[in-house]
Nanobody, 120 residues
Framework: QVQLAESGGGLVQAGGSQRLSCVTSGSKLPFDTMDWYRQGPGKQRELVAGAPKRGVTHVVDSVKGRFTITRDATKNTVYLQMNNLQPEDTAVYYC??????????????WGQGTQVTVSA
């Protein structure tokens, strides 16, 4: 059974930094993509950053220059370094992974989420 476990959230002041980690278990294959999503109060869940197995990592414009996603492909682990955090970054951050089973069939997995709260 594939499981994703996030850690590293908490309370931080504006301008501060946090590093989120997502450790996975149960998959013998490297995930095709590993991403970070977030859901702020009263908002829809949104993609923050992505790290494909092959290709270039990417972050959305709202966090560009502040957030960095890195991935350890050998361990199926992904990290999100968040710098210069702002109150609008307050959200539950979720780790997400996608695995291609065969042509046209994919499996998706989500972690439970970790709360990041940024105080002004």
């Amino acid at each position: 059974q594939v499981q994703l476990a996030e850690s590293g959230g908490g309370l931080v002041q504006a301008g501060g930094s946090q590093r989120l980690s997502c450790v996975t278990s149960g998959s013998k294959l490297p995930f095709d993509t590993m991403d970070w999503y977030r859901q702020g109060p009263g908002k829809q869940r949104e993609l923050v950053a992505g790290a494909p197995k092959r290709g270039v990592t990417h972050v959305v414009d709202s966090v560009k220059g502040r957030f960095t996603i890195t991935r350890d492909a050998t361990k199926n682990t992904v990290y999100l370094q968040m710098n210069n955090l702002q109150p609008e970054d307050t959200a539950v951050y979720y780790c997400h992974a996608r695995l291609r089973i065969r042509a046209g069939v994919e499996a998706e997995y989500w972690g439970q989420g970790t709360q990041v709260t940024v105080s002004a």
